[in-house]
């Protein structure tokens, strides 16, 4: 991963460089959701572009501490990257409508500790370290507005891909199965798989769990980009 990171942002500097429009941009509503976003586009043509997103999420504590949070949600750090491919049937790349291919490829990660009440006596301690996988493609449409200035505005209202997930589990303590799920706490997730979908696998040699889905899920992608091209 930090490999594809350092290659991704090589790309962008050579692009800085090289481009004659180059935008360089950052997605407002992600903030909303703990979500740092930077994204260069190059317009390589009149009527074709390619665009890569860097996105890392950053823990909810941060800035601003939550109370009702769960442990998991609370920690949750990672980094996911979007590659685009994008045409403009007009011509006038990058500014005006767009549609293309991209794809979304990520990691995520959590790490906490505390103690189990399995009843007033019996109380274990234990760690916990999830780590959770995406692999995606899909199709997006937007409108890019290149203003005289230069300022980007970049309205991105289409967006659906088919992601692959893989979601896996490091713990410590003397834990059951039971205890494991009431202490992630994701809604839906238990020794079944998600909603009975699946196989959650447990290794007690190694003390790891991994949750196998059979399929790829749907996912979305919008935004509301601001920027400036060079």
């Not at 703990?34 to 890569?52: C, H, I, P, Q, R």
């Not at 303590?173 to 447990?202: C, H, R, T």
């Amino acid at each position: 991963m930090k490999r594809i990171i350092l290659m991704c942002i090589g790309v962008c500097l050579f692009m800085t460089v090289k481009a004659q429009y180059f935008t360089l941009k950052t997605n407002l509503p992600s903030f909303a959701f703990n979500n740092v976003s930077l994204t260069g586009e190059y317009a390589f043509k009149s009527d074709a572009s390619v665009a890569l997103n860097l996105n890392y999420h950053y823990p909810k504590g941060t800035f601003r501490t939550f109370k009702d949070v769960d442990g998991f949600r609370y920690h949750l750090h990672g980094l996911y990257v979007t590659p685009e491919f994008r045409l403009y049937p007009q011509e006038e790349a990058p500014n005006g409508f767009y549609w293309g291919p991209y794809l979304r490829i990520g990691r995520f990660g959590s790490k906490w500790n505390g103690a189990y009440e399995y009843d007033s006596i019996n109380i274990v301690g234990y760690n916990v370290k999830l780590n959770l996988t995406e692999i995606g493609a899909g199709v997006q449409a937007g409108y890019q507005f290149i203003l005289e200035n230069g300022i980007s505005i970049d309205i991105l209202f289409l967006g659906p891909r088919i992601s692959y997930f893989g979601f896996k589990g490091q713990f410590d303590g003397d834990l059951d199965e039971e205890a494991i799920f009431d202490i992630i706490q994701i809604e839906g997730l238990d020794e079944n798989g998600f909603y009975g979908i699946g196989k959650s696998v447990f290794d007690w040699f190694t003390q790891s769990a991994t949750i196998r889905l059979p399929f790829a899920f749907p996912a979305y992608r919008i935004g509301f980009c601001l920027g400036y091209t060079f």
